[in-house]
């Protein structure tokens, strides 16, 4: 897929306000790494993540939603009345109907002719629903779309800790460990046609896509409800952290070939990415995959954990902040997820 007329105006996020470091959670486990002789530390080591974020208890994700998409219509002055569309992305979602989406484009003031919707696709969310809005800008529906997401990890990482407990077994730490990666935080990309007139004049112009799947590694990740011997559902994740890298690096590695292909560029032309962050084996086996410099990438992981949808592009926010992306780079939005889906996006800085 490939665009002519379609921009990132604003990336605007929003950062959980209580920080949990890694040494917080093994204190909690300290039974299970005292009985199998886990040295403290390790969850930071074999990470990478030194702390994350998290809501207060009872804190709505359209509320982080919310504030991320008003910092974004703010930042850009947008007309809201020029807004065709309010997607919400994320895993975590308010209630199961209405879309999660509806509350969000009530508090904006969305006018009523505006598409509201939700979409769902694991980690890859975001991504999802800025081709979704790009498509419908790219046929000329739409102007401009607001593409909205918030996680909340603080939830299911207390659940997978009382299952560790209940049942400690190396198997249970091993199938809940990429959970305690989880962070939270919230953001709002504001795509338009470029006709528009914004008082945030930066336009980051989409210039390709590409999206390949493996979906008979779907079973690798599961964050949903189970049945316990009870006959109780509750909530459980649970991760083949080492399957899910395997063949996440592979499909990664023939998505990166077509990606290239599709927008045209040389892997020497490509300035910086910015990866889904996952933790530190991810990065590095990833990077060495496709051989790309990591120097060429920005880290968020270590200080926000995995945010699911929001990490990628949340870190893209912060990385422009910091001076990493500079005006004219080609850049990669580089994004796995469970499904197994990859997703790669192509702009100019």
């Not at 002719?113 to 809005?133: H, T």
């Not at 590095?284 to 926000?304: D, G, H, T, W």
Request: hydrophobic content about 40%; charged content about 15%.
């Amino acid at each position: 897929m490939n665009y002519s007329k379609v921009y990132v105006n604003s990336i605007a996020y929003e950062l959980a306000p209580i920080t949990v470091s890694s040494e917080s959670l093994e204190a909690k486990l300290a039974p299970i790494y005292d009985k199998f002789r886990i040295p403290k530390g390790q969850l930071a080591v074999l990470t990478g993540i030194e702390e994350r974020r998290w809501w207060p208890n009872h804190t709505k994700v359209s509320d982080g939603a919310i504030k991320a998409a008003q910092k974004a219509v703010l930042e850009t002055g947008v007309n809201i009345a020029d807004i065709g569309a309010v997607v919400y992305t994320g895993v975590c979602r308010d209630q199961h109907e209405p879309a999660t989406a509806c509350r969000i484009a009530s508090q904006l003031g969305v006018a009523n002719k505006a598409s509201i919707y939700d979409i769902s696709n694991a980690c890859l969310g975001v991504l999802s629903g800025m081709l979704d809005i790009a498509n419908r800008i790219e046929l000329g529906q739409i102007k401009a779309g607001l593409v909205v997401s918030c996680e909340s990890a603080r939830d299911i990482v207390d659940t997978t800790i009382a299952k560790m407990l209940a049942n400690p077994s190396m198997q249970n730490f091993a199938a809940g460990l990429a959970t305690l990666t989880g962070g939270s935080g919230a953001v709002a990309v504001l795509l338009t046609d470029g006709s528009l007139d914004l008082t945030n004049t930066k336009q980051h112009k989409l210039e390709s896509a590409t999206t390949l799947a493996a979906p008979e590694h779907f079973d690798l990740c599961y964050w949903g409800m189970e049945e316990t011997a009870k006959g109780v559902f509750r909530e459980n994740m649970r991760t083949d952290a080492v399957s899910l890298l395997k063949h996440g690096v592979a499909l990664a590695q023939q998505t990166w070939q077509e990606f290239l292909s599709n927008a045209g560029w040389q892997a020497e032309q490509v300035n910086k990415v910015i990866c889904h962050q996952v933790g530190s084996a991810n990065r590095k086996n990833v990077l060495e995959a496709l051989n790309i410099n990591p120097i060429k990438e920005f880290p968020s992981y270590q200080k926000l954990g995995n945010m699911g949808t929001v990490s990628l592009p949340a870190t893209a926010a912060i990385a422009h902040e910091q001076g990493f992306l500079q005006p004219g780079d080609k850049v990669g939005f580089l994004g796995i997820g469970s499904g197994l889906n990859c997703m790669m996006l192509g702009l100019t800085w």
